[in-house]
């Protein structure tokens, strides 16, 4: 498949539309996500003065749905971030790769930020988990790694 891959290019315009689907979803989960599925507490807490206030308490929040409108969040993000790579590189191995690291990445987040929701623990801290959980810094910070000549490799 590798080597299919490697040989056969998808066209231009196919790999052009790959990369706008994927910006455009990764603009459309942030600006539209509490549009379609209702105004999250915990952006409303972050959102107003008392949100960092040093010894804030957190609001009554329904965990399970809290947690899983950040899960899809998460999710949509990742799936967005991998159709993005693909679209530039062309590899499914490193799709497959850049998918495996960027979710096991994600877990050293997820568990965490479930735990310091179920437990109310500090705001802040729940702001930066959920911060890293729910935008694509992971991806932001590992794009200009992947695609050095080194991990692409020559294209015959």
Do not use: C
């Not at 549009?35 to 107003?48: K, R, S």
């Not at 096991?104 to 965490?112: F, G, K, Q």
């Not at 437990?119 to 794009?143: A, G, K, M």
Request: positive net charge.
């Amino acid at each position: 498949m590798e080597q299919e891959n490697a040989l056969n290019p998808l066209p231009w315009w196919i790999r052009a539309t790959l990369v706008a689907v994927a910006a455009l979803a990764f603009i459309a989960v942030r600006l539209r996500f509490s549009h379609w599925f209702g105004t999250d507490p915990l952006t409303h807490f972050f959102n107003t003065q008392y949100g960092m206030v040093d010894h804030a308490t957190l609001p009554e929040l329904p965990l399970l749905r809290t947690l899983a409108l950040d899960y899809l969040r998460f999710l949509l993000n990742l799936f967005s971030g991998l159709l993005l790579v693909h679209g530039i590189a062309q590899r499914a191995r490193l799709t497959k790769q850049v998918g495996i690291a960027l979710f096991a990445l994600s877990l050293l987040v997820l568990v965490p930020y479930t735990v310091a929701l179920a437990v109310p623990l500090e705001p802040t801290l729940i702001f930066y988990l959920r911060r890293l959980l729910i935008q694509p810094l992971f991806l932001i910070v590992l794009l200009p790694v992947l695609f050095r000549p080194s991990i692409l490799g020559s294209r015959r």
